[in-house]
T-cell receptor, first 113, second 117 residues
Framework: SQQGEEDPQALSIQEGENATMNCSYK?????LQWYRQNSGRGLVHLIL?????REKHSGRLRVTLDTSKKSSSLLITASRAADTASYFC?????????????FGRGTQLTVWP | GAVVSQHPSWVICKSGTSVKIECRSL??????MFWYRQFPKQSLMLMAT?????????EQGVEKDKFLINHASLTLSTLTVTSAHPEDSSFYIC?????????????FGPGTRLTVL
């Protein structure tokens, strides 16, 4: 049920630095979503960007979407140690009636104090 | 709002026994519920999609007789792992979906850690 590829698989930065994660997908989508997962926990929805949107902001998060390249990026600015988690992108295909999500492999972000 | 719970949060069982995991949408009625499993350091793999009152749709490679799904109401779905074996040890996550405008919004439960000895 995977279709996306996240890049990089792992990212290690210092507090205060920005973290950028990329996601590529293969199909025509209705929307793309980013989720966060702390170790051993459930998923937390971060942000949704529709196929007709190019950029979206939420607090320290900035998401871009390039449907021509079938790619998205998640930027976390001024990162904190509490941002340490796995981040997944997930897409919903255009025309999907159930809203089934196709998850990428995820990026493990570690933010050092 | 939009809270999904799972019970139990963790379970340890002996090989050959069956384990039931519950997924509840606490404050909304879910049109559809999804069951995923996740191995360590890997992504979520969709196991099945279930709608209230109908049979679940299983993904390719998922044994429907081993992973029994019952969707009794718009707020409750259960996953039963029958005759569990050590290779069934995994993190099982459910999500509940509701229509939000033009798209279906999924809300995830906190997951259930299953360990089969």
């Amino acid at each position: 049920s995977q279709q996306g590829e996240e890049d990089p698989q792992a990212l290690s930065i210092q507090e205060g630095e920005n973290a950028t994660m990329n996601c590529s997908y293969k199909t025509s989508i209705n929307n793309l979503q980013w989720y966060r997962q702390n170790s051993g926990r459930g998923l937390v929805h971060l942000i949704l960007i529709r196929s007709n949107e190019r950029e979206k902001h939420s607090g320290r998060l900035r998401v871009t979407l390039d449907t021509s390249k079938k790619s998205s990026s998640l930027l976390i600015t001024a990162s904190r140690a509490a941002d340490t988690a796995s981040y997944f992108c997930a897409t919903v295909d255009r025309g999907s009636t159930l809203g089934r999500l196709y998850f990428g492999r995820g990026t493990q972000l570690t933010v050092w104090p | 709002g939009a809270v999904v719970s799972q019970h139990p949060s963790w379970v340890i069982c002996k090989s050959g026994t069956s384990v039931k995991i519950e997924c509840r949408s606490l404050d909304f009625q879910a049109t559809t519920m999804f069951w995923y499993r996740q191995f360590p350091k890997q992504s979520l793999m969709l196991m099945a999609t279930s709608n209230e009152g109908s049979k679940a749709t299983y993904e390719q490679g998922v044994e429907k007789d081993k992973f029994l799904i019952n969707h009794a109401s718009l707020t409750l779905s259960t996953l039963t792992v029958t005759s569990a074996h050590p290779e069934d040890s995994s993190f099982y996550i459910c999500s509940a979906s509701r229509l939000a405008g033009a798209y279906n919004e999924q809300f995830f439960g906190p997951g259930t850690r299953l360990t089969v000895l």
